[in-house]
């Protein structure tokens, strides 16, 4: 453990802050925009799954009632 040499008490922890590069500003931007993409990309593939499935069922209702 070191110390204070002005003091001679135990010196105090030193918090290390991580400052960004310039090169990593992009990568969170990017990074956003690649998740809203696919974001989007799932959302489109489920809706077409539940429309083609909506008319499935509406066709299996239509066939029970009508017998």
């Given amino acids: 453990m070191s110390t204070d040499p ?4 135990p010196a105090a922890p030193t918090r290390v802050t991580r400052v960004p590069h310039a090169d990593e500003a992009g990568y969170s931007t990017a990074e956003l ?3 809203a993409a696919l974001a989007i990309a799932a959302l489109v593939v489920i809706w077409a799954a539940i ?6 069922v509406i066709d299996w209702i239509q066939a029970q009632i009508v017998g």
Avoid at 6 to 9: E, I, N, Q
Avoid at 51 to 56: A, I, K, Q, R
């Fill in 6 to 9: 002005r003091t001679g008490h």
């Fill in 33 to 35: 925009l690649g998740n």
């Fill in 51 to 56: 429309g083609n499935l909506g008319g499935e």
